[in-house]
């Protein structure tokens, strides 16, 4: 991963993944979640777990420039705030009957 656009990609697809939690987050306070849904929960974990690792390698290269660092962090935080949400929609879904994530 290189470069802002490579960060600016990374947040376009939380914004995007937010959009979906949303609906989600509304959907599992009437049921619980189909095991489609899930199935995608745990792949956003998976998506997220990777961005992680990439962006603490990318930030360790970045030694020398502060600002990209700053800007690696923030994205790092918003990744943090995503596996959060959908942590917490999984033990809903859970307490709902359905699987976990």
Do not use: C
């Not at 990374?10 to 995007?16: A, E, F, G, Q, R």
């Amino acid at each position: 991963m290189q470069g802002t656009d490579a960060l600016t990609e990374v947040l376009n697809k939380i914004s995007t993944f937010n959009g979906y939690l949303s609906t989600w987050e509304s959907e599992v306070e009437r049921q619980s979640l189909n095991n489609a849904t899930v199935g995608e929960l745990t792949s956003l974990l998976d998506w997220i777990w990777r961005q992680h690792n990439t962006l603490r390698v990318s930030r360790e290269l970045a030694r020398n420039d502060p600002q990209r660092q700053a800007a690696t962090d923030g994205v790092l935080r918003d990744l943090d705030r995503l596996e959060s949400r959908i942590r917490g929609l999984s033990a809903k879904n859970v307490q709902k009957g359905g699987r976990g994530a």
